[in-house]
Structures are given as C-alpha cells and as structure tokens.
C-alpha cells in the first residue's frame, strides 16, 4: 500500500516544484498588478501616501496584493 522510496522522493520534488511555480508566479502576479496601479493613480503617490502613515492607502495596497494573490492561488 505505501509508496517505495524512489515514487516519495518523485512525489516530493513535485511538490517543491509546484511550491516554486506557486512563488514564481504570485511574485510576479504582485509586482505587475503594484506596477499597473501605481501607474493608474498619477494623482497620488502612493508609496509616499504610506510613508506618511495614510492607513487608507495602506489597506488599498493590501487589498490589491491579498486579491492577486487569491488568483494565483486559484490559477495554480
């Protein structure tokens, strides 16, 4: 019934590769959807908004980070 060694160290090397793909693709997920809303909002700097402790801006950022996350989450 159980797994052999060689078909474990299979099933664990994909499992670490889905682990990598899953980093890989919410890292670039993230940096692309900050990159696209940093350049939608030219009336506002919102990297200097947060620095001031503008907590709305703040929770807009999460926000837009926590919702692509849950995409790619799906997407993988």
Do not use: C, H, P
Not at 62 to 69: E, P, Q, S, Y
């Amino acid at each position: 019934m159980g797994l052999d060694l060689t078909s474990q160290l299979i099933e664990y090397l994909r499992a670490v590769g889905w682990a990598l793909a899953a980093a890989i693709g919410f890292s670039l997920g993230v940096t692309i959807a900050v990159f696209i809303f940093d350049k939608l909002s030219t009336d506002i700097d919102v990297w200097e908004e947060i620095k001031n402790g503008n907590i709305g801006v703040a929770l807009i950022e999460v926000a837009l980070i926590v919702m692509i996350g849950l995409i790619v989450y799906r997407v993988i």
